[in-house]
């Protein structure tokens, strides 16, 4: 039964299962590398997450850094005059606050204000009205300076209506310089407030125009609404201005994430919150030098040992600790409130967004071995305000649209800066360490997969080759065997019954003399076969010159040439028949007997009707054999194919020639066995068999 079945093979339907095999084989083996190629992506996806996290922590712990140095300073550092150390010794100074031009470790800070109990406007940079800026350093040049960048801080101030006018006029006319010799002093500082990009005359007409509109207290009122409004939810219809666009608007996918509330859908549901930081209200007792403007200047300009009345107010105040709000202009107001004598005071600092970004967020994400493979988005309570890209590709971003990528991590600073969301996102996630090697065994896999598949499928097909070999050389045993036996048969009979006269009866004795000697020559190829099949052929190799062989040859076929009605031509010249070669005499002989047994099937239908045997020396060290027809020739296709075992160019059921397939097989393995060459080519016309040995 299973004989049968694998008869029942074809080529097709050996594909047919070679092919479901290999998918069944191939789906889980992709499912299960694809598996790893996740895990080592999901393992890369949190290594950076972790390295996302601790880079936030760091920008979040500078910022904490320049937030404490601020709250840090006293009540009194917003004046321009302070009073070093022992309020008794009445050592008067001026305030860190007030250098020129402004000194601070906030990267991006434009200036500092304060803004009193009546909205009046004020800052570190002038003098208090009265006081002489040149006795303190001050020239005026320097102040004229002073004054622009002052103006540009109210300014801002008034346009996000924060504060009135009137302070500045009143404290630009306290200052003893004519409206002549301030103008003059404006022109010979005209470049410097150029390169400031202030209009010194539109800022003094819109706080002129402001001011009408705002009355005094305006300004504390309006420092409460920007405190009030970083506790209420995001305005996410409201999108504040300078900004690249909303959070939710991004382009990130979140496929690591482990839960619905790290993806981007808003920053309700995304932020993680750094850990918040507990400031509460502090007091301090701080000291200010009274409104004795004469006195003041006074002890200025004294010689050593001098004694000068200065008067000093001691007083205690209560200090909130500092919120960040963004203006409508796109600037950033750090600001706190102060209790003095029933009176509440504001005082902050004006802050640009981007310098700001630039001094701690990317300065910091540049450092960072994070920046090779991951952007960083800075958002505002939902706003897109700035965005840093990876150093393998742009650097900056000017709209959400250019986000892209993969969410990694998202985070909110701690206060006051709670309102900034720090979002890193990556575009093209490193693999990881493993990853060359899974690559590395899947090839291999792969390769080995189909390289395997592919040598199956060669053995199949050998295989089934092979068994109609096996069948058709079977089918051309059965007829080679048949014919001769019959003929036998035929002849024997004939021969026993009387039916021949003595004429017929030696053309009978001939025929059954051929017949049996083609039977014993088939007989001994299939025994041949056989040996070699199982590896058991003897061969002994002697010494023997190419004249006997020759000889030899001659009287094994010419009777069988003669009798097809074939013409025999030996050429042999006489240094090649004296050669010695070392053969099997037996095998020699089979060799050849073959050769011209396949010249005379395949040349019946020649003109020319003539075996050519052949031999000459080539070169110094080989002799060469040759038998020849003139017969059709062998099609270039099937040169080498013809010395395969059962091989036949003809189809076993309508062949023309007899034979089995095994001759030319035989001939190649013999030859090979004694060390010999065997090859074939078309000769114009025929075809020339050579078969070459190393002299001895």
């Excluded at 309102?419 to 493993?434: K, R, Y």
Aim: charged fraction near 25%; charge should be neutral; aromatic fraction near 8%.
């Amino acid at each position: 039964m299973r004989r049968a079945s694998r008869s029942g093979w074809d080529k097709k339907r050996l594909r047919r299962w070679l092919v479901l095999f290999f998918i069944a084989v191939a789906i889980p083996t992709g499912i299960l590398v694809r598996q790893a190629y996740s895990q080592l992506k999901w393992e890369a996806f949190h290594r950076h997450r972790v390295m996302a996290e601790e880079l936030a922590n760091r920008i979040d712990r500078r910022f904490l850094e320049l937030i404490n140095t601020e709250e840090a300073r006293s009540f009194t550092d917003y004046a321009f005059l302070i009073v070093a150390g022992d309020p008794s010794a009445k050592f008067v100074q001026r305030s860190p606050l007030s250098a020129y031009p402004v000194a601070a470790a906030i990267p991006g800070l434009i200036g500092y204000f304060q803004v009193d109990a009546q909205g009046d406007f004020s800052s570190p940079l002038l003098p208090q009205p009265g006081v002489q800026p040149s006795a303190y350093g001050v020239s005026n040049r320097e102040l004229d300076q002073r004054r622009a960048l002052q103006n540009h801080i109210q300014q801002i101030l008034i346009e996000n209506r924060l504060v009135h006018a009137r302070g500045a006029d009143a404290l630009g006319s306290a200052v003893s310089l004519s409206g002549a010799q301030l103008r003059r002093e404006e022109d010979k500082a005209s470049e410097p407030l150029e390169s400031l990009g202030i209009d010194a005359d539109k800022e003094l007409k819109t706080k002129l125009e402001l001011s009408k509109q705002q009355q005094p207290g305006a300004s504390q009122a309006a420092f409460d609404r920007l405190d009030e409004s970083r506790m209420l939810p995001d305005t996410k219809n409201k999108q504040a201005p300078l900004t690249l666009g909303r959070v939710e608007d991004l382009k990130l996918d979140a496929p690591y994430q482990i839960d619905s509330r790290d993806k981007v859908s808003g920053l309700e549901a995304s932020d993680t919150a750094a850990p918040s930081v507990k400031r509460g209200v502090r007091k301090e007792r701080s000291a200010l030098p009274e409104k004795q403007l004469k006195a003041l200047n006074e002890a200025v300009t004294a010689e050593a040992g001098t004694e000068s009345e200065i008067g000093i107010s001691l007083f205690e105040s209560e200090i909130d600790a500092y919120a960040l709000s963004l203006l409508d202009s796109g600037h950033f107001a750090l600001f706190r409130k102060v209790w003095r004598d029933g009176q509440r005071y504001i005082q902050g600092a004006l802050i640009e967004p981007q310098g700001l970004f630039r001094g701690v967020i990317e300065s910091t994400f540049r450092g960072s071995v994070l920046s090779r493979v991951s952007d960083v988005a800075v958002a505002y309570r939902g706003d897109v305000l700035s965005g840093y890209g990876a150093q393998t590709s742009r650097e900056y971003f000017s709209s959400t649209e250019e986000l892209l990528g993969t969410l990694l991590y998202q985070t909110r600073l701690s206060t006051p800066l709670n309102d900034l969301t720090l979002i890193f996102s990556i575009t093209q996630l490193p693999a990881g360490p493993g990853a060359a090697v899974l690559t590395w065994v899947t090839a291999i896999l792969l390769l080995v997969l189909c390289g395997g598949f592919y040598l199956t499928y060669r053995l199949g097909t050998e295989q089934i080759n092979l068994n109609r070999q096996q069948q058709d050389f079977v089918s051309a045993v059965s007829h080679e065997l048949k014919t001769p036996l019959t003929s036998i048969r035929m002849y024997g009979e004939m021969l026993r019954e009387g039916w021949a006269d003595e004429e017929k009866k030696k053309t009978y004795y001939e025929y059954i003399h051929e017949e049996s000697e083609r039977l014993s020559r088939l007989i001994d190829n299939v025994l041949q076969l056989a040996r070699m099949t199982r590896n058991d052929m003897q061969i002994e190799l002697k010494s023997i010159r190419v004249a006997k062989l020759m000889d030899n040859i001659r009287s094994k076929v010419s009777s069988q040439i003669e009798r097809m009605g074939f013409g025999l031509n030996i050429t042999c010249p006489e240094e090649a028949r004296k050669a010695l070669i070392q053969v099997d005499v037996d095998c020699f002989i089979q060799i050849l007997i073959n050769l011209v047994d396949n010249a005379i099937k395949f040349s019946r239908k020649a003109e020319k009707r003539v075996i050519d045997i052949g031999c000459q020396l080539q070169g110094d060290r080989t002799v060469l054999l040759s038998v020849r027809d003139y017969g059709p020739g062998v099609p270039k296709e099937q040169l080498r194919k013809i010395f395969k075992l059962f091989y036949r160019s003809e189809n076993e059921m309508t062949r023309e020639t007899v034979g089995t397939g095994i001759g030319l097989a035989l001939v190649y393995q013999l030859t090979l066995a004694m060390h010999g060459q065997v090859d074939v080519v078309n000769r114009e016309p025929g075809a020339e068999f050579r078969v070459s040995f190393p002299r001895d």
